[in-house]
């Protein structure tokens, strides 16, 4: 099993910006797990936010936050980050972790094997 843990989600104003932390633990996870993000707005369904392969050398976003998210990791501490910056209302969401053995079941198929609990952000106008 893999359990996933985001943290650093908030209330922010427009412009501002934010760090979600991810920390990944269980004894069936390997560092070379790709790992993403994803978020789902109210009444929305949820959508892709970025993956990074599991050597950190790959990275891939949703064309809505290109240039303005920045997704990384730490495989000495098993954590992904997401640092979003110039945030928009529009990026209202529960923010989801997710790890995959493989970066296309994440980037591709949208359906990683394991997700976390998800952490609120909300950007106020």
């Known amino acids: 099993q893999v359990q996933l843990v985001e943290s650093g989600g908030g209330l922010v104003q427009a412009g501002g910006s934010l760090r979600l932390s991810c920390a990944a633990s269980g004894p069936t996870f390997r560092r070379e797990y790709a790992m993403g993000w994803f978020r789902q707005a109210p009444g929305k369904e949820r959508e892709f936010v970025a993956a990074?392969?599991?050597?950190?050398?790959?990275?891939y976003y949703a064309d809505s936050v290109k240039g303005r998210f920045t997704i990384s990791r730490d495989n000495a501490k098993t954590t992904v980050y997401l640092q979003m910056d110039s945030l928009k209302p529009e990026d209202t969401a529960i923010y989801y972790c997710a790890a995959s053995l493989f970066l296309s079941t994440i980037v591709t198929r949208r359906r990683p094997d394991y997700w976390g609990q998800g952490t609120q952000v909300t950007v106020s106008s």
């Open positions: 990074i392969s599991g050597s950190g050398s790959n990275t």
